[in-house]
């Protein structure tokens, strides 16, 4: 990091997180509270985090703060994409990336949970995919279609969580609005990637 400011965001990011997960069960109950300590994570930008930037909608009274924390982190967090423009297309890569805030490469390091902020632009289809990390969902902004083999395909917006077990696959699309997700990973595989297919 090359000046206090974005420390600062990164921390109130961190703050934000950690009153979520405290203020609502189901997170506390899937990740516990996530202490770790900020590291040393290059920026790595991509188009995503400029439109996230520009995002100031889709949160409710109990997401805005972490919504606003992402947008303040946007410019100087470590992008990520996972997938290639032959598995996902370079339209799907021009609208899409996540962060990881918390986790053995997060900016705040920890072995014991990820916790992924994740945007997706509107119109965008996430093909099936899994992971061996069991994966908990928590919508801060937008709405999006989810489908998961063994789970009825359901509408979230902001607050709803959607829980998906290890190596359960699923799929994402999204519709006339971008989303922003908490993503929160523990379990085996902890430090793996999500793979494309259903099987
Ligand atoms: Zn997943």
């Known amino acids: 990091m090359t000046s206090a400011a974005p420390q600062d965001a990164f921390l109130r990011a961190y703050?934000?997180?950690?009153?979520?997960i405290a203020a609502n069960p189901e997170l506390m109950a899937f990740a516990g509270w996530p202490y770790a300590p900020l590291v040393e994570k290059p920026a790595k930008p991509?188009?995503?985090a400029q439109i996230l930037k520009d995002w100031a909608e889709g949160h409710s009274d109990i997401t805005l703060s972490l919504h606003q924390a992402?947008?303040?982190i946007a410019d100087h967090a470590g992008w990520e994409q996972t997938y290639t423009e032959e598995e996902v297309g370079a339209e799907f890569l021009s609208r899409y990336g996540y962060i990881e805030l918390v986790g053995p490469s997060g900016h705040f390091q920890s072995d014991g949970v990820r916790a992924y902020l994740a945007y997706w632009g509107e119109?965008?289809?996430?093909?099936?995919?899994l992971h061996e990390a069991e994966e908990l969902y928590y919508i801060v902004s937008g709405h999006a279609l989810f489908e998961a083999e063994g789970l009825p395909p359901q509408v979230l917006g902001p607050g709803d969580i959607r829980i998906h077990a290890s190596n359960q696959p699923h799929a994402m699309t999204t519709t006339d609005s971008p989303i922003l997700a908490l993503v929160l990973w523990r379990g085996a595989g902890l430090e793996g990637l999500p793979r494309?297919?259903?099987a």
């Open 15 to 20: 703050h934000a997180l950690t009153l979520l």
């Open 196 to 198: 494309m297919g259903r």
């Open 123 to 129: 119109n965008l289809y996430y093909p099936w995919h």
């Open 46 to 48: 991509i188009p995503a």
């Open 70 to 72: 992402a947008r303040d």
